[in-house]
C-alpha cells in the first residue's frame, strides 16, 4: 500500500512544495514538485528529485559514534549524552569553547529554534557560522541602513520592469538571499512581459546565457562598478529617493571619487555601458538591483551590498512595487524591540576582528584554536558544518581541530570535519522532522507560508530539537523542558506588550490553547499565532492548525510596501551613508590605482550541488557537476596548459583538470566549492572526490567591515604540471 504526502524541500533556499510517494516501509518511491502548492507551482529541480535518495543514503549515520583513539564505536543515546557533559565538565573557562552553525541551520526547524538557547547555554562569544563564508556583509549592510540585519530586501521579480543582477546565478543555485521558486521561470516571465534583465559575472553563467545582456566584470571589484552607476546618477540629475534619507550628501560626495572613466580600467567594464546602465535602471519603470555570493564573498563585500540598496533607494525603487521589498515572514515577531544595530561590540582574541550579528569570523577559528593565552578555545561544537571544506584555508583548520581537548558534532556524517569529533550526534532522516522555513520565508518575493509535520516516527531516535535542546541543558547545568520555559517567555512578553494582541490576558489561557505534538509545533504555533497574520495578533487567522489544514500551503498575498514597520534605525530614516561604510571607503579608494593580478579564482554552483552537502547522492554527482578548473581557451594557450594544472595561491596548490569555455574572462579561473573527499567515509563521495578549493583560499583576507572571508578574487597562478616553480 502506498502513501501520497506533500512537504517542502528542504535542500535549499527556493523551498519548492513536494509530492512524495511512499511505500509501506516508508520508502520514497517518487517525487515531483507539488502542482497545488502556490508559491512552487509544481517546480523542481534535480535536488529535490533525489530527496529520497539522500534521506536513504545508506552512509548516514544512525546511532551517535563515541571516539575510542583512532577508532569509533556505536553508542547509544544516553551514553553518547553523558560523553558530552563530561567532556563540557573538562573546561574550566566557558571562554574556551566554540560553537561553528553550518548553513544547513537555516533550513531546519532545530536550527531556527534550539540554537539561540544552546548559545546561550554555552556561555560564549566564540560563535561562528557559514554566514561568514557567505551573506554576512548583506546583514551588516542592512543592519547599518535599516537598523535590522534581517531587513534584507529582495527583488519584487515578478513585477519588475528591470532587474540588475550582480554575482549571482539563480539558475544554478535557485535563489539565495531571494526566496523564489521556480527563479528561472520567473526571470523568463519577467522578459515575456517586456522587461529587461541584466546580468553581471565575470562568467557567462547560464542565467547570464538566459539575460537581455551579460557584461563581464572583474572580479571582487562590484564596489568599483556600484560606485560608477551611484556617480552617474548623480551627474546625471537622475537621483529621485523615494524616502526620506540621512547621508545623501554624503553618499555624493564619495562616489565622486568613481567616475566611470575611473572605475572602468579596473572592472573590466567600458564606461560607456557604466552609464547607459545607470540610465537604463533610473529610468525604468520600476527597477531592482540583487547581488548574491560573488558580490558579498570578496574583499569589498558589505561595500557592495551597502551601494545596491543605495542604488534602489536613489533610484526610487525601495519598497515599492516592482522594485526592492521587503517580505512579511508570517512568524515575525509582532512588537520590533531593541538596541539600533552595531557590529564591533567585541573583537576577536588573537586578530581582533569585529564581531557581527553576534558571531566572530569563520576565517578566525585557526588562529583562536592555534594561539595559547586565556579563552584558548579548546572545546567545539559543530552544527550541521563541514568548515574544514568550507571555510577559507581549510587545511590550516583541519589541523587545528587535531589540537581540541574535544569536540562535538551534530551531524548525520562522517566528514572531513566530524572525524576530528569526540562524540558525533547524528540527527534523524529528514521524512522523520517537521520542516517551517522560519529563516528563508523572511526574503521571500512573494508571502508565503507552509508546514510539512513529520512523515515517519522516530522510531526511539531523538529528534534534532530534542538532541539541541538537550545539550542547551547540558551546558546550563539545568533541568527541565526548554520548550515550556521558551514559550512562557514568549506569552509573558507579549502579555505584557501594548498592541501585541494578547496584552493583558493570562498566561497560562493561552499556553493551553497552543496546538502541537511537539515542542517544536507548539512553538511554531504561538509564533504564527502572534506573527501579523495570526488570530491572536487581530489581524487574521493563521495558527499550527489552520497550516495542518493547508498541507500545500497558503498564499499570502504580494509584498506591500513596509518601509515603516521594518526601519529601526535611531534616527527612524534610512541610513544612507553609514559611518563605518564611509570610512571603509578610504580603502576602496587606496585599491583603485593598483595593478589587478594577472590570474584570479573564482568560485562557482552547480544545479546539482549545494555546498558540500550532496556529493553523496550518486544521482547528482558526476556528468558536468564535476570538479573541473573553468579556464578561458586564451589562457590555456598562453600558459601552455595541458588537460591538467596546477594552481598556485599564497596558501596551497592543487591539480586540476581544466575546462576550457570561453564563457570565462581571460584572467579568471573558477573551480567549485565543497569538493575534496578524497579520504572520505561517504562512498560516493569518495568515488568522486575532487579537490577543495579552501586549500588556496586565504583566511587572512577578509572584507573588513563584516569579516567575510574572501571567495572570490582569490590572485592565483597557473603552470603546466611537471612545471617546478622557484618558491
Ligand atoms: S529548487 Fe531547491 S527547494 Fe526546489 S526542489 Fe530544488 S533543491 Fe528543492
Given at each position: 500500500m502506498t502513501s501520497t504526502v506533500h512537504r517542502t524541500c528542504p535542500l535549499c533556499e527556493a523551498v519548492c512544495g513536494l509530492t512524495l510517494t511512499l511505500d509501506e516501509g516508508g520508502h520514497v518511491t517518487s517525487v515531483r514538485g507539488d502542482k497545488e502548492d502556490p508559491f512552487s507551482k509544481g517546480f523542481i529541480c534535480p535536488k529535490g528529485a533525489s530527496l529520497g535518495r539522500l534521506d536513504e543514503d545508506p552512509d548516514r549515520l544512525r546511532k551517535p559514534l563515541i571516539r575510542e583513539g583512532e577508532l569509533w564505536r556505536e553508542a547509544g543515546w544516553e551514553e553518547a549524552f553523558a560523553a558530552v557533559r563530561a567532556g563540557l565538565e573538562r573546561v574550566a573557562d566557558r571562554r574556551s569553547v566554540a560553537i561553528y552553525l553550518g548553513n544547513p541551520n537555516a533550513h531546519t526547524m532545530a536550527g531556527a529554534l534550539y540554537v539561540a538557547p544552546l548559545v546561550k547555554a554555552l556561555g560564549t562569544r566564540n560563535l561562528y557560522s557559514a554566514s561568514t563564508a557567505d551573506q554576512m556583509p548583506k546583514h551588516v549592510a542592512s543592519g547599518l541602513m535599516?537598523?535590522?540585519?534581517?531587513a534584507i530586501p529582495v527583488p519584487d521579480l515578478d513585477r519588475t520592469d528591470y532587474l540588475l543582477m550582480l554575482g549571482a546565478n539563480p539558475l544554478e543555485s535557485n535563489g539565495s538571499l531571494c526566496t523564489a521558486p521556480d527563479f528561472p521561470g520567473r526571470l523568463k516571465a519577467l522578459r515575456r512581459r517586456g522587461g529587461r534583465l541584466v546580468v553581471v559575472d565575470p562568467r557567462r553563467t547560464r542565467t547570464a546565457a538566459l539575460a537581455d545582456e551579460h557584461v563581464f566584470v572583474r572580479p571582487g571589484t562590484d564596489a568599483y562598478l556600484l560606485f560608477g552607476l551611484v556617480h552617474t546618477l548623480f551627474e546625471a540629475g537622475l537621483v529621485t529617493p523615494s524616502h526620506a534619507v540621512n547621508g545623501l550628501g554624503q553618499v555624493r560626495e564619495a562616489a565622486k571619487h568613481f567616475p566611470p572613466e575611473a572605475v572602468s580600467p579596473r572592472t573590466g567594464v567600458p564606461a560607456e555601458v557604466i552609464r547607459r546602465l545607470a540610465v537604463e535602471l533610473a529610468t525604468a519603470r520600476t527597477a531592482a538591483v540583487y547581488a548574491r555570493i560573488g558580490t558579498c564573498t570578496a574583499e569589498f563585500g558589505t561595500l557592495a551590498q551597502w551601494l545596491v540598496e543605495v542604488l534602489n533607494v536613489l533610484t526610487g525603487n525601495l519598497d515599492r512595487p516592482g522594485g526592492a521589498m521587503f517580505a512579511k515572514p508570517a512568524t515575525e515577531p509582532g512588537v520590533r524591540r531593541g538596541r539600533p544595530y552595531a557590529v564591533g561590540r567585541w573583537k576577536s582574541r588573537v586578530r581582533g576582528l569585529p564581531e557581527t550579528n553576534g558571531e566572530l569570523p569563520v576565517a578566525t577559528l585557526a588562529d583562536e584554536i592555534e594561539t595559547p593565552g586565556e579563552?584558548?578555545?579548546t572545546f567545539l561544537l559543530t552544527v550541521a558544518g563541514n568548515p574544514v571544506l568550507?571555510?577559507?584555508?581549510g587545511p590550516r583548520l583541519d589541523a587545528a581541530f587535531r589540537q581540541l581537548d574535544f569536540m562535538v558534532s551534530v551531524d548525520p556524517y562522517l566528514n572531513e570535519t566530524t572525524k576530528h569529533a569526540d562524540v558525533i550526534l547524528p540527527p534523524p532522516r529528514v521524512l522523520q522532522s517537521g520542516h517551517y522555513d522560519f529563516a528563508l520565508l523572511g526574503f521571500a518575493v512573494r508571502n508565503y507560508t507552509r508546514y510539512s509535520p513529520p512523515l515517519l516516527p522516530l522510531d526511539g531516535q531523538p529528534s534534532e530539537a530534542e538532541i539541541l535542546a538537550r545539550l542547551a541543558m547540558i551546558a546550563s547545568g539545568l533541568e527541565g523542558d526548554l520548550d515550556a520555559f521558551v514559550i512562557d517567555e514568549m506569552l509573558r512578553k507579549a502579555t505584557e506588550t501594548p498592541g501585541s494582541g494578547v496584552e493583558g490576558r493570562d498566561v497560562a489561557e493561552l499556553r493551553a490553547a497552543l496546538e502541537g505534538g511537539t515542542g517544536a509545533e507548539r512553538r511554531l504555533d504561538l509564533m504564527l499565532r502572534l506573527g501579523p497574520y495570526g488570530e491572536w495578533a487581530g489581524k487574521g487567522d493563521l495558527s499550527l492548525r489552520k497550516l495542518l489544514d493547508n498541507p500545500h500551503g497558503l498564499d499570502l498575498g504580494a509584498l506591500e510596501p513596509r518601509l515603516d514597520e521594518v526601519l529601526r534605525t535611531a534616527s527612524g530614516l534610512i541610513e544612507l551613508a553609514p559611518r563605518e561604510l564611509i570610512e571603509d571607503v578610504e580603502r576602496l579608494r587606496g585599491r583603485l590605482a593598483e595593478e589587478p593580478p594577472e590570474i584570479v579564482l573564482v568560485g562557482r554552483r552547480h544545479l546539482r550541488s549545494n555546498n558540500s552537502w550532496m556529493h553523496n547522492v550518486g544521482p547528482l554527482v558526476g556528468g558536468s557537476n564535476t570538479c573541473t578548473l573553468q579556464i578561458n581557451p586564451a589562457d590555456v594557450a598562453r600558459l601552455g596548459l595541458g588537460e591538467h594544472a596546477v594552481v598556485r595561491s599564497a596558501k596551497g596548490q592543487l591539480t586540476v583538470p581544466l575546462e576550457p569555455t570561453d564563457t570565462i574572462m581571460p584572467g579568471v579561473v573558477s573551480l567549485p566549492h565543497g569538493w575534496g573527499h578524497a579520504d572520505s567515509a561517504q562512498s560516493v563521495a569518495a568515488d568522486h572526490p575532487g579537490v577543495s578549493v579552501n586549500a588556496l583560499t586565504d583566511e587572512t583576507a577578509v572584507d573588513v567591515p563584516s569579516g567575510n572571508a574572501v571567495f572570490n578574487g582569490v590572485p592565483v597562478s597557473i603552470s603546466p604540471t611537471g612545471v617546478i616553480i622557484a618558491q
Open positions: 535599516f537598523g535590522h540585519p534581517l579563552g584558548q578555545v568550507s571555510a577559507p584555508h
